[in-house]
């Protein structure tokens, strides 16, 4: 079985501060590992995932995480945030391979400040 | 883009009476997925669908719960006797190929039971 844990229920933050958003999970099988965001009134987007291979994995809009298996981690981070960034951030993990479940974190809120 | 579409956006129902959720997932997906969301709470993992049949269910997934999909198109989540602690929001996703490509997820229904 897996798990996750998301140490931050909220993370405020001023615009363009960076930001890190944590992420811990646990799992006794290999696992791939997700970041959905939500924005309000909408349903979850993924933002970006590792499968295998470089540990570091980017979105489009300049997020970015970094899997740490020693430290069963998977932090998202921004160096620079906007106001266009405010939602909620989920992390998720599924068993590796297959058609396998998703167990999700219980979110961060992230809201930025002008 | 393709989309998960999901009716209605919200809904209010008595406690006790039935309720049918409504999803049409993306054309060529092949599983399907329910997950919901308490208010303040962890996105949780209802059921998993393929092939005309549940391959996987959660121990909230109970007799009150049920899924189908009546056409090449729909896929619905039934809840037959509705209770308060059913209040929650209600996603639905699906995949092409596997948990490695994630999963996507509609808007979701809010359900509220009163």
């Known amino acids: 079985a897996q798990s996750v844990t998301q140490l931050d229920s909220q993370v405020p933050v001023f615009e363009e501060a960076p930001v890190e958003l944590r992420c811990n999970y646990s799992?006794?099988?290999?696992?791939?590992l997700f970041w959905y965001v939500q924005y309000p009134n909408q349903g979850l987007q993924l933002l970006l995932k590792?499968?295998?291979?470089?540990?570091l994995v980017e979105s489009i809009n300049g997020f970015e995480a970094e899997f740490n298996k020693s430290q069963t981690s998977f932090h998202l981070r921004k160096p620079s945030v906007h106001i266009s960034d405010t939602a909620e951030y989920f992390c998720?993990?599924?068993?590796?391979?297959?058609?396998?479940?998703?167990?999700f974190g219980a979110g961060t809120r992230l809201a930025v400040h002008p | 883009e393709p989309e998960v579409t999901q009716t209605p956006s919200h809904q209010v129902t008595q406690m006790g009476q039935e309720v049918i959720l409504r999803c049409v997932p993306i054309?060529?997906?092949?599983?399907f997925y329910w997950y919901r969301q308490i208010l303040g709470q962890k996105v949780e993992f209802l059921v998993s669908?393929?092939?005309?049949?549940?391959?996987?269910k959660s121990e909230i997934f109970d007799d009150q719960f049920s899924v189908e999909r009546p056409d090449g198109s729909n896929f619905t989540l039934k809840i037959r006797s509705t209770k308060l602690e059913d209040s929650a929001m209600y996603f639905c996703?699906?995949?092409?190929?596997?948990?490695?490509?994630?999963?996507?997820f509609g808007s979701g229904t809010r359900l509220t039971v009163v």
């Open positions: 998720a993990v599924g068993a590796a391979g297959g058609y396998n479940k998703l167990i």
């Open positions: 590792y499968l295998s291979g470089s540990t």
């Open positions: 996703a699906s995949s092409e190929a596997g948990t490695g490509h994630g999963y996507t």
């Open positions: 799992s006794s099988v290999s696992v791939y």
């Open positions: 054309s060529n997906h092949l599983y």
């Open positions: 669908f393929y092939n005309n049949e549940i391959s996987e």
